[in-house]
């Protein structure tokens, strides 16, 4: 028979009688653990080898004599101290000078092997067999008993001996990390803490997404990517954690499994959650529609500060108010109707989303605030983001180094061309092609929105309304449908936040409105997405 069928001969009959030849021939079990899982070892490595034998049993009796004839030998030259180990112990199989390339691969195998143990069977393989420290050593820095340090030993052990017929295949085998990404959308002020950020790398992604499928032990993830536990708990620790210590895309359970710890929807999930919002995208459009067609008079009647009031850029500024009215309408009912008991996770930064399908929609909303600054006491600065129009500038922007900004409210009374600097000039042609600002003749103009501050509160009056009796039928059944989901699709320690789910099935209503209202002519986009459309200020001398 070839030699690698020995595997086919272990069973617990055969390992009962190996561990009692053991046991007759050391001081006590934890050595004749030891001397049992060295046999084992070297029979699976003779299993790995070429060759054929004729008897089976002879041979594994053999191996298991020369085992203990060179257990006792070192044993004996230790001068009767009690055997703990060296460096070298963990390979009685290190290949001769005519099989050096496949003691190389099986010593490759082990440490492979040590990688994927869990960090406190991994920490005792090391400090004993590489750092060659005493059992009572590991005990002392691991602050445990010198037994469960031996028990450790011993379990490790036999996961690394199990693995070790296996490896030649796994070390071929690629790294199990299919690419994946995921759209997640922040709420609140990212300066508290954006987990985003910690998670950027393909493993990060990969583990948090294992994760969102079911609670998963940093060995189950590491079986499951083929990814040494080392590297898995370190990810594990970070995504944790976040980048703030306190919130981050994953949480440990108190069975020691790690699972998801936001919103995140599978493909499936947010195809059904935004379906439910799509279908009754046509009739909000045009109530929408209809209802600027109504107010347009009372929308140019708001008193901006602008030398120049257009109605295309008062829109802009409105539409993201009036496309989440449904969105919001829906929320309440939920809030009412639905998750009256659910309490409301409070924090200051919050993040939800889905696994990228393709499909990325616009609906972001970023403001500053300033004081001091070209003679206002305080500055506001707002603008929107959506698939028609990009981003200004983000939350922690300073305006107090932008010029172009400075620019603009410079702008608000008049600025002549004259007055300034070539700096000066070169900054205001940027301003103007970004649309802070326009020229008529030598003087300029700010062009985007400014209000003053006072009058801020009433700045989304008009758009509001639509809250009042125009959609309570749709959003009734828009409502009954997402509870459901949330029901059927969150655990219940994300419970609070089911407002986030609601977010994400309402995400196409942005995008939706506003190509809506463009095809009918009521919007008209800016060039290259970048313009005075959907940016405004409000300041205060």
Same mark, same amino acid.
């Given at each position: ?63 298991? /004599?020369? $085992?203990?004839? &060179?257990?006792? *030998? ?5 001068? +009767?101290?009690?055997?703990? !180990? =060296? @460096? ?84 071929? /085998?690629? $790294?199990?990390? &299919?690419?994946? *990404? ?5 709420? +609140?002020?990212?300066?508290? !803490? =954006? @987990? ?106 708001? @008193? ?238």
């Amino acid at each position: 028979m070839k030699k690698h069928e020995l595997l086919n001969y272990f069973n617990d009959e055969l390992l009962e009688k190996l561990y009692g030849f053991c046991y007759s021939r050391t001081a006590d079990s934890y050595e004749a653990q030891e001397l049992c899982s060295d046999i084992i070892f070297a029979i699976v490595k003779s299993a790995n080898a070429e060759g054929d034998i004729e008897n089976p049993y002879p041979f594994i009796w053999r191996v298991a /004599r020369n $085992v203990y004839a &060179d257990f006792s *030998d070192k044993r004996k030259r230790r001068d +009767g101290i009690f055997y703990e !180990g =060296d @460096p070298e112990e963990i390979f009685p199989f290190i290949s001769d000078e005519n099989d050096e390339d496949e003691g190389h691969e099986l010593i490759c195998a082990v440490y492979r092997c040590i990688a994927f143990l869990t960090r406190a069977y991994r920490e005792v393989m090391i400090m004993f067999y590489i750092d060659g420290l005493s059992t009572a050593k590991i005990a002392e820095r691991q602050k445990t008993s010198e037994g469960a340090v031996r028990q450790r030993l011993f379990s490790a052990r036999k996961k690394v001996k199990s693995e070790v017929e296996k490896m030649s295949d796994t070390n071929k /085998r690629p $790294v199990a990390l &299919d690419k994946i *990404d995921f759209v997640i959308w922040g709420t +609140g002020n990212p300066g508290w !803490g =954006d @987990p985003r950020n910690e998670c950027t790398r393909q493993i990060s992604k990969q583990i948090v997404h294992l994760c969102h499928k079911k609670p998963m032990s940093a060995l189950e993830i590491a079986e499951a990517l083929n990814v040494p536990t080392v590297y898995v708990e370190e990810e594990l620790e970070i995504q944790t954690k976040g980048e703030n210590g306190k919130y981050g895309l994953l949480r440990r359970l108190d069975n020691g499994k790690y699972a998801i710890n936001f919103i995140l929807l599978d493909k499936d999930k947010v195809e059904k959650a935004h379906g439910i919002y799509n279908e009754q995208l046509p009739m909000i459009c045009n109530v929408i529609s209809d209802f600027i067609d109504k107010r347009k008079g009372d929308y140019l009647a708001f @008193p901006y500060l602008n030398k120049k009031i257009d109605l295309n850029l008062v829109l802009w500024q409105q539409v993201y108010t009036m496309s989440h009215v449904f969105g919001e309408k829906v929320e309440r009912i939920l809030s009412d109707n639905y998750f009256a008991g659910v309490e409301k996770v409070k924090r200051p930064f919050s993040v939800f989303g889905y696994v990228d399908n393709g499909k990325h929609y616009g609906g972001g909303w970023d403001g500053v605030v300033a004081r001091n600054v070209c003679g206002f006491s305080e500055i506001r600065l707002d603008n929107i983001y959506i698939k028609r129009i990009e981003k200004h500038f983000g939350c922690g922007h300073n305006i107090s180094s932008d010029s172009k900004i400075q620019l603009a409210l410079r702008s608000i009374n008049g600025l002549d061309v004259g007055t300034l600097s070539e700096v000066e000039k070169e900054h205001a042609a940027k301003a103007i092609e970004c649309g802070y600002l326009y020229r008529e003749e030598n003087m300029l103009w700010t062009k985007i929105l400014v209000n003053d501050i006072k009058d801020e509160d009433r700045l989304f009056d008009i758009s509001d309304e639509l809250s009042n009796g125009y959609f309570d039928a749709e959003a009734q059944a828009v409502a009954g449908k997402v509870a459901e989901l949330i029901r059927r699709s969150v655990s219940d320690y994300l419970l609070g936040e089911w407002r986030f789910f609601n977010n994400i099935a309402g995400l196409p209503l942005c995008d939706g409105v506003v190509e809506s209202l463009i095809e009918k002519g009521i919007l008209t986009p800016p060039d290259n997405g970048i313009g005075a459309e959907g940016c405004w200020m409000g300041v205060s001398k």
